[in-house]
């Protein structure tokens, strides 16, 4: 029994003695320097539409670049990281990894990730100010860089133009407010037809936009404290919770099937829809369908939620040198901008008006430029240091708990801000 | 008794009889309906374009009738070799869990030594353990043994299994003992009292248990997950997670997915019927 | 009971007395059966110890850590243990667990065996009747709670649709906290029927025919032959199906995981569900580890119980 202990402790220690000697940029008995070879590239993000993409970024870089070569490794967003903690954990880290905002944090705390700025400093091909000021900002930490940005997605107002027209309304525009989006609404649904008037999942990741939108903050300023459920809080999770079984189907008529709102909205039944702008492709190729985007509506002020991913280099790697390479390329590279724009995957975060001029002239929707307009009034999620996974679960649940009935708003939230409280000391 | 029986059984029991062979046959109609009946709309989704698929009153049979699901299956990996994997692998591992599961439960069933019970409590403390959390450690000792992304880290912690211990270990049990003592009075040692005399009596375990440890290899996804890394090595289950992508999923192409991965388990399971049927009779033992 | 068949007395034949043994002193008999054991042992132990036994202790180390599996771990002795004695999450999903438990129990014994005995029968279209029953067993998880949501669909799923027509209430299922683990019980008691069916049908093939015909001709009827025949000869099966289906049931996780998710507002949490959160969700492998050494403890008591009450119901050849 000792034995296996043991050799577990002595494990641990050699994964600190290569992680230490991988910082360090040790000397290599090997003989491979850390500017050539084969290093690996792990992405949720690829699979199972882009991975041709992929392939023709890839093939690209590595012409550019004869002697390193790119090996692509690939999971379900589901599944990515378990796969990838447990490759951490065990000292098998890919050398370069996509992650999202919300993840990131963690990683770059837990010394996973190694900072950049040295490698971007002594790149004298690499210009930051390619890159989208606001995602390198999120993605630095006590002033280090830690990953480069890659993409970006915003979420924005889907609208079916043929039902708004059917019912003599005026399309939402960048002006409108809560209240006339539930008027609206209001005016579009036609249960008995099944048609509805609007939808947006009553989670975390709508609250806290919609908190934003309120003039609420979720933290207080110190980010000691939720405060989340005060009066604001209140309006914006009652924003929520009003619609489903008054303009959006409630979680029982959804009955579980996947993807229902998307079916939905496809199926030209469903007026208003928050969603990513991941889902343009699919609504363009859908026949029949007349639909526009527009910023979504705020109370207050005007708030739209940014999902940013980034790829980090392992602070495991013995490759540092080819993968800020390959990193960088992934970020900003002309083939990367052009690949990820021509097959809508995602935005690339580049600073470049001129590269995006294509992507705005595409139609459906009309209203592309609505986009980047969602970029000026940015809420980011609230981070924590610890748990995040479980200060959201705890939300998603209050949420999901006042909607039963069983408490009301207010005691629900306060329970939740109870429990963040807890976690955030 | 013998030749009392055969006249009076057969005109009492033969319209009883027939009525419960009736019900029999109608009860498991309707079970087997209900077994069979949701696996048929998984194949009809599987058969379901994607525009119909995306509609949400959609009719109950799809209208085209389309196998491209199918073919798209290999387009997002690649199929037939994460197929051929996930085989080799299962095959492997249940030959191994045959041998090493049937050696076990001889010794737990068989032979008396100290520190029996113990020590199949043990065997049975492996089973008590959840999977997800024994990965980490697992793949940490694995890294250590340098088996990361190598069949042989795959295989290993799947050659022995202590469900497969225990269930042939029920099935000796079942086995009176006077047949090993008739055979190690005739000389044999115990080897010979486990391979020719025990192990043909336990087929129907063993067909059996083959299965199950062929199913649960196939199946198995975090493992194959966590362990592999290029697609040299992957199997099944981890190429069809792929399928679900971030934000949408084509679950047209899942259920093909799903559908083609029940064959071979269910072809396996048909033909180790025969040897799971009634042909292991006891009439007492040979004098 | 007392009327117990052994297959030496229905040939008609009384066991012979045990054979005389050679004349070697015992202790050397018994080092030699020893030797003998540790050899048909070896393969399954080694294995075991180096993939399962050692690894499970990996985890006791890391129930004492502080660990997100991305920085290093740090020791923080029985903390993780004191917090889950007042951790109300951890208790309800205990209770959600064992309420599972109970149902899924109860159910795939009774209709698995009903199942079983149908099935044994030499009788033709048995082998297709077996594949079918066999099918759910074989299909993943992903695509059978697709299809048990849809199913269990409230407004236009097929159960309650059916129903509707016998005119009853039909429940929220998924969507109602106090039918959520039921929803969760009736799909796996779909899905393992087969599975406990093949087990137990495996058991009943081994009951020699001439056993159930004696009885029979005793004068027998069906009811009674099954209590005093049946069942007793197949209580090796029975208490490994109910051994196996205790300890499986405890770690139920894969249903949960893609039917409810643990809800709707936390209704379904199961024990395996709150560790792998805490594992790769949460970034708290230590605490998740914490966890699965209290189910462990739970399943092995419950097991050991289990192999105690053996001698008292389990009639062995």
Known sequence: ?425 | ?287 | MSTLVTPATAAGRRAPATAPRSPRPRRRRRWRTAATALAFLAPSLVLLLAFWIGPMLGTAWMSLQDWNLLGRPSYTGLDNYRELATDDDFHAALGHTVAYLVGYLALVLVFGLAVALLLDAHLPAMTLFRAMFFLPVVTSWVAVSLLWKWLLNPAVGAVNRFLEMLGLPGPGWWTDPDWAIPSVVLASVWKDVGFVAVLLLAGLQAIPGELREAAQIDGAGWWRTLRSVVLPLLSPSLFFVIVISLINGFQVFDQVWVMTEGGPAGASTVVVEQIVKYAFSYGRIGYASAMSLVLFVIILLVTLVQLRLQRRWVHYG
């Open chain 2, 1 to 287: 008794m013998a030749e009392q029986r055969t006249p009076v059984a057969r005109r009492r029991i033969s319209p009883i009889r027939l009525t419960t062979t009736i019900g029999r046959y109608a009860v498991l109609g309707l079970g087997a309906l209900a077994m069979v009946g949701p696996f048929a709309w998984m194949v009809v989704t599987s058969l379901t374009s994607d525009a119909q698929l995306a509609q949400v009153d959609a009719p109950l049979l799809p209208d085209p009738i389309t196998v491209d699901p199918y073919q798209r299956l290999n387009d997002a990996f690649p199929f037939w070799r994460f197929a051929a994997n996930s085989l080799g692998v299962a095959a492997v591992s249940t030959l191994v869990q045959l041998a090493t599961s049937a050696t076990a439960a001889y010794a737990f069933s068989r032979l008396r030594f100290p520190g029996r019970n113990a020590l199949f409590v043990l065997y049975l403390a492996t089973m008590m353990i959840p999977m997800q959390v024994i990965i980490v450690p697992l793949f940490i000792e694995m890294r250590y043994l340098g088996l990361v992304d190598t069949y042989l880290g795959l295989l290993l912690p799947t050659l022995v299994s202590s469900f497969g211990v225990f269930m042939l270990r029920q099935a000796f049990l079942a086995l009176p003992k006077e047949l090993d003592e008739a055979a190690y009075i005739d000389g044999a040692g115990s080897f010979r009292v486990f391979a020719q005399v025990l192990l043909p009596l336990v087929a129907p375990a063993l067909a059996t248990f083959a299965v199950f440890a062929f199913m649960s290899s196939w199946n198995a996804f975090l493992w194959p997950l966590v362990i592999t890394q290029t697609e040299a090595h992957m199997t099944l289950p981890v190429g069809l997670s792929l399928l679900q992508g971030r934000y949408s999923t084509d679950w047209n192409v899942v259920m093909a997915g799903s559908t083609i991965s029940v064959i071979p388990v269910l072809a396996l399971y048909v033909f180790a019927q025969r040897y799971v049927v009634r042909g292991v009779t006891f009439t007492g033992l040979k004098s």
């Open chain 1, 1 to 425: 029994m000792t034995i296996r202990r043991r050799r577990l402790a002595a494990s641990a220690m050699a994964m600190a003695a290569t992680t230490l000697l991988a910082a360090c940029g040790g000397a290599e008995p090997s003989g491979d320097d850390d500017a050539t070879g084969k290093i690996t590239y792990f992405t949720f993000s690829a699979a199972p539409d882009h991975l041709a993409d992929l392939e023709a970024i890839k093939a690209e870089f590595e012409r550019q670049n004869p002697g390193i070569t790119v090996e692509v490794q690939t999971a379900a967003f589901t599944d990515y990281f378990t796969k990838l903690q447990t490759a951490v954990a065990g000292g098998t880290a890919p050398d370069t990894f996509e992650l999202n905002y919300e993840n990131f944090v963690t990683y770059a705390r837990s010394g996973a990730l190694l900072p950049l700025d040295d490698l971007a400093q002594a790149d004298s091909d690499y210009d930051p100010s390619r890159v989208y000021p606001k995602a390198l900002e999120a993605f630095t930490l006590d002033g280090q860089l830690y990953a480069m940005p890659s993409t970006f997605s915003t979420v924005v107002l889907f609208y079916n133009k043929a039902l708004f027209d059917a019912a003599g309304l005026d399309y939402p525009t960048a002006d409108w407010t809560w209240e006339d989006e539930w008027e609206a609404a209001q005016r579009l649904t036609d249960r008995d037809n099944g048609i509805y008037g609007d939808f947006q999942p009553v989670t975390f990741h709508e609250f806290y936009k919609v908190l934003a939108q309120n003039g609420g903050s979720f933290l207080s300023p110190d980010g000691k404290r939720a405060t989340f459920n005060d009066a604001k809080g209140v309006e914006a999770a009652e924003w929520l919770l009003r619609k489903p079984g008054a303009v959006q189907p409630t979680l029982a008529e959804i009955g579980g099937t996947a993807d229902y709102d998307t079916a939905l909205f496809k199926s030209g039944k469903l007026a208003m829809w928050h969603n990513g702008i991941w889902q343009i492709a699919g609504l363009a190729a859908t026949e029949g369908l007349d639909f526009d985007i527009v910023t979504e509506p705020g109370n207050t002020t005007k708030a739209n939620a940014v999902f940013m991913n980034a790829t980090a280099v392992s602070a495991q790697t013995r490759k540092a040198t080819a993968a800020w390479k390959w990193v960088r390329f992934l970020s900003t590279s002309a083939k990367t901008v052009e690949t990820r724009l021509a097959s809508n995957w995602e935005l690339p975060a580049v600073n470049d008006p001129a590269a995006f001029d294509t992507y705005l002239k595409q139609t459906p929707p009309a209203n592309r430029q609505a986009v980047f307009d969602a970029l000026e009034n940015i809420a980011l999620p609230p981070v924590i240091k610890e748990q995040q996974s479980k200060m959201q679960d705890i939300v998603t649940q209050a949420l999901q708990k006042a909607a039963t009935g069983e408490v009301s708003i207010q005691e629900a939230l306060d329970e939740a801000a109870d429990e963040v409280n807890a976690l955030l000391s």
